[in-house]
């Protein structure tokens, strides 16, 4: 069974938010709460390589990417991103603590990457600016191009 249309287009911006915000938090928390250089003393502490780098990227993909979920602007560029980040999450921080998030683990980074990659697949859906945008562009080719 599929959704019909406007509910599907319904659930994917209820998705994009959802997952958009904890996103944006994380990135907040990063940039902001935790500041770039303890979230960099962090991932020295696990192991991140290019632990300064890595901090920067992390924070600057989860606050930008987050925000471009929850408008649905450049959704899967946004969600790829996202995706490559938890992947990073889960190789050098969660993986070797198990599943449980309260030990450490990785379900959280799990769901996240599922969700990225499933916006990634799907697209923003027709509540979002990637779709205005594109209505745009088609209204706006001439005629016979």
């Known amino acids: 069974m599929t959704f019909p249309a406007p509910a599907r287009d319904l659930a994917v911006l209820l998705a994009r938010i959802a997952v958009g915000l904890v996103f944006f938090a994380h990135g907040w928390q990063k940039l902001f709460t935790n500041g770039i250089d303890g979230t960099a003393a962090f991932f020295d502490s696990v192991g991140v390589p290019a632990a300064s780098a890595a901090a920067w990227f992390a924070a600057l993909v989860e606050l930008v990417g987050g925000a471009a979920l929850i408008v649905g602007l ?14 990073g999450a889960f190789v050098f921080v969660h993986a070797g603590a198990g599943l449980f998030v309260e030990q450490g683990g990785y379900e959280l980074v799990l769901v996240l990457g599922a969700a990225a990659l499933l916006l990634a697949a799907v697209g923003a859906g027709r509540f979002s600016v990637d779709h205005l945008l594109a209505s745009r562009r088609r209204t706006a080719q001439p005629v016979g191009a």
């Open 74 to 87: 450049a959704v899967p560029v946004a969600a790829l991103l996202l995706l490559i980040d938890m992947v």
